[in-house]
């Protein structure tokens, strides 16, 4: 990966990082407030995942929201670790270079798919759903 691919990556985690770390503070400042959905979300992932939303309660989806945005947070500063540890790009459990398009849509990713695939696997369905893009 360039200097200037590895910059621009690290430019996209530091918004994404402070976009999430603004979800958890409205979320957890407020009384009940729920985000409003994102317009530019192309609800390529969440299909499933939005029946589910309708069937809970605001304060329901406002907990899965802030943990999901936990999640999404955690992996934005490991990503960030790796960049600065020159293994930002390569999965964690391969080596492999990650494939730059999944980078593109998921600049925080750790795996490469055949592994992301298998760790899902093992985790059962238990996957959040993915962040809007
Ligand atoms: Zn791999």
Redesign the pocket.
């Known amino acids: 990966m360039t200097p200037e691919a590895l910059q621009h990556a690290r430019e996209r985690l530091e918004g994404m990082r402070a976009e999430q770390e603004a979800i958890i503070a409205d979320m957890t400042t407020g009384e009940e407030q729920v985000i409003p959905s994102d317009p530019h979300h192309a609800g390529d992932f969440s299909d499933d995942s939005a029946d589910d939303a309708d069937a809970m309660s605001d304060a329901e989806t406002n907990m899965a929201l802030v943990e999901n945005a936990r999640e999404i947070l955690d992996q934005i500063t490991t990503a960030l670790a790796r960049i600065d540890a020159g293994t930002y790009g390569l999965?964690a459990?391969?080596g492999?270079p990650i494939d730059e398009r999944r980078l593109a849509v998921l600049p925080y990713a750790q795996?490469?798919l055949?592994?992301q695939r298998k760790q899902e696997e093992l985790a059962g369905a238990t996957t959040p759903p993915a962040p809007p893009v």
């Open positions: 999965c459990i391969c492999k795996y490469c055949d592994d």
